[in-house]
């Protein structure tokens, strides 16, 4: 996406930056149901997440825009460093719901996954291993 100077000074006036550099910065006009904020240009209406991450990286994005799940609760946010490019593969899991893989690549086959009672997620044997192996160690060298 391309935006003229104009645009880009437009988009800022938009935004509301007083809380530093670090802070979320918040969308101020329209937002979407969905709570991200637009902005119109060229007659298009556009994620304005989705403009703070391309004027960061300077060119246009291929992949999804995506706020920080640990440092941005905020999807009306405009701080470029709050947000990441997904790559194409994030784009397809939005859209896939039956994954083949765990989100480490292993492979959600029958003797790998079972399937959680209470929200029926699925959980990757390899991984919750893993996982209780580390938890273990962590516990018994803090003891
Ligand atoms: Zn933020
Ligand atoms: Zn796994």
């Not at 979320?24 to 149901?33: D, E, I, M, N």
């Not at 994620?47 to 920080?68: C, D």
Request: charged share 25%; proline share 3%.
């Amino acid at each position: 996406m391309q935006l003229s100077d104009k645009d880009i000074e437009r988009f800022w006036q938009k935004v509301d930056r007083s809380g530093g550099p670090e802070a979320c910065w918040p969308w101020l006009a329209s937002l979407t149901t969905e709570g991200y904020g637009q902005f119109g240009a060229n007659g298009k209406i556009l994620g304005a997440h989705r403009i703070a991450l391309e004027l960061r990286l300077g060119r246009p994005l291929v992949g999804l825009a995506l706020h920080e799940p640990i440092v941005c609760h905020n999807r009306a946010c405009c701080n470029g460093l709050h947000i990441r490019e997904g790559t194409i593969q994030d784009n397809a899991d939005d859209t896939v719901i039956d994954r083949t893989h765990c989100p480490h690549g292993h492979l959600y086959d029958e003797r790998n996954t079972y399937v959680r009672k209470d929200n029926r997620a699925r959980v990757c044997r390899e991984c919750s291993r893993a996982w209780q192996r580390k938890w273990r160690q962590a516990r018994s060298s803090g003891a």
